[in-house]
């Protein structure tokens, strides 16, 4: 049995370890300073708000949907935070709920209009976004909002741990949303929607709880996600999450979540984040142009979505 779950890990996540460990070597030998402490600190600071909406936007992918609203869902809640505080003198954790609710509130209205009036989530979420953006810009003046240190806790590192709390975060919800994936009834159903909602739905299971759960939590994960880079910045800024939605589901393709539905895992997705995340701090050490970082970005995210790939289809003739 145990000789079946490690054979089974291997497959899941042995082709993506390869990459990473590939391109750690590759930047390691390429610019000299790449095996340090400080880059994976660096590395760790910068991938919370990326993870979280990573791991959202994969339970969305796996019900069959989609959601290209979460870089301005986080913006705005990343709004709200810095609205509250700064300008009504709210403390920092009274401010939390009212992030969170508001990630909440536009994923239920995204997934329940989609699944409601059966509207395809990509043209819902895409209205989302502009409302989304919209509110934002009005709550900040389209101005930087400075909220001060007060904020800082967020993203500072914990004394001797050198991770942030929204590092931790982030990791908590990588787990937390594997074991809703594959321990649990809610998971299960999701996947078989993805797969045949039709016939789930003859089974007389009501697939439109599932549908909206699944915003939902990608909602309250953008709302989270919100937190990490205005704590960061110790200021609200109304392009915060600008093209967001794209590494993401990058970040989920290369983790093998099927964009047809039926197939995802978070933890997948989190390498997937990482994989993103040291391409592009290997780069920016080599003094890579931006415009060559991106097409090195894109060929990368191929030949991984590639490896992937044919390690699976081996998998299934191996098995």
């Given at each position: 049995?145990?000789?079946?779950?490690?054979?089974?890990?291997?497959l899941?996540?042995?082709?993506?370890?390869?990459?990473?460990?590939?391109?750690?070597?590759f930047?390691?030998?390429?610019?000299?300073?790449?095996?340090?402490?400080?880059?994976?600190?660096?590395?760790?600071?910068?991938?919370?708000?990326?993870?979280?909406v990573?791991?959202?936007?994969?339970?969305?992918?796996v019900?069959g949907?989609?959601?290209?609203?979460?870089?301005?869902?986080?913006?705005?809640?990343?709004?709200?935070?810095?609205?509250?505080?700064?300008?009504?003198?709210?403390?920092?954790?009274?401010?939390?709920?009212?992030?969170?609710?508001?990630?909440?509130?536009?994923?239920?209205?995204?997934?329940?209009?989609?699944?409601?009036?059966?509207?395809?989530?990509?043209?819902?979420?895409?209205?989302?976004?502009?409302?989304?953006?919209?509110?934002?810009?009005?709550?900040?003046?389209?101005?930087?909002?400075?909220?001060?240190?007060?904020?800082?806790?967020?993203?500072?590192?914990?004394?001797?741990l050198?991770?942030?709390?929204?590092?931790?975060?982030?990791?908590?919800?990588?787990?937390?949303?594997?074991?809703?994936?594959?321990?649990?009834?809610?998971?299960?159903?999701?996947?078989?929607?993805?797969?045949n909602?039709?016939?789930?739905?003859?089974?007389?299971?009501?697939?439109?709880?599932?549908?909206?759960?699944?915003?939902?939590?990608?909602?309250?994960?953008c709302?989270?996600?919100?937190?990490?880079?205005?704590?960061?910045?110790?200021?609200s800024d109304?392009?915060?999450?600008?093209?967001?939605e794209?590494?993401?589901?990058?970040?989920?393709?290369?983790?093998?979540?099927?964009?047809?539905?039926?197939?995802?895992?978070?933890?997948?997705?989190?390498?997937?984040?990482?994989?993103?995340?040291?391409?592009?701090?290997?780069?920016?050490?080599?003094?890579?142009?931006?415009?060559?970082?991106?097409?090195?970005t894109?060929?990368?995210?191929?030949?991984?979505?590639?490896?992937?790939?044919?390690?699976?289809?081996?998998?299934?003739?191996?098995?």
């Amino acid at each position: 049995m145990k000789h079946k779950h490690f054979r089974s890990a291997v497959l899941q996540y042995g082709g993506l370890t390869a990459v990473l460990a590939l391109l750690i070597v590759f930047f390691g030998l390429g610019t000299g300073s790449f095996f340090q402490l400080s880059t994976v600190r660096l590395i760790a600071s910068q991938i919370p708000e990326l993870t979280l909406v990573a791991v959202g936007m994969t339970l969305v992918l796996v019900v069959g949907q989609i959601d290209l609203s979460v870089g301005s869902v986080m913006a705005l809640s990343g709004a709200v935070l810095g609205v509250l505080m700064a300008n009504h003198g709210w403390p920092l954790w009274a401010t939390i709920p009212a992030c969170l609710m508001t990630g909440a509130i536009c994923g239920f209205a995204t997934g329940a209009i989609s699944t409601w009036f059966r509207i395809p989530s990509f043209i819902v979420s895409l209205g989302m976004l502009e409302i989304a953006r919209g509110a934002t810009q009005r709550l900040l003046d389209s101005q930087v909002l400075t909220i001060g240190s007060e904020v800082a806790p967020i993203s500072e590192p914990i004394a001797r741990l050198g991770l942030s709390p929204a590092f931790l975060i982030a990791l908590v919800a990588v787990f937390a949303a594997q074991f809703l994936l594959t321990r649990t009834v809610f998971g299960r159903y999701c996947v078989a929607i993805g797969t045949n909602a039709e016939a789930v739905r003859m089974s007389g299971i009501r697939t439109e709880p599932y549908a909206i759960g699944v915003f939902v939590i990608s909602g309250l994960l953008c709302g989270i996600a919100g937190l990490a880079p205005t704590s960061l910045m110790e200021a609200s800024d109304p392009g915060a999450g600008s093209g967001i939605e794209l590494s993401a589901i990058a970040a989920c393709v290369i983790g093998g979540t099927s964009l047809m539905g039926g197939r995802g895992n978070a933890i997948s997705s989190f390498l997937g984040v990482i994989i993103i995340a040291v391409l592009q701090t290997g780069l920016s050490r080599m003094s890579v142009e931006d415009e060559n970082k991106q097409i090195i970005t894109g060929a990368v995210i191929i030949v991984a979505v590639l490896l992937d790939t044919v390690r699976r289809s081996l998998g299934q003739k191996n098995a």
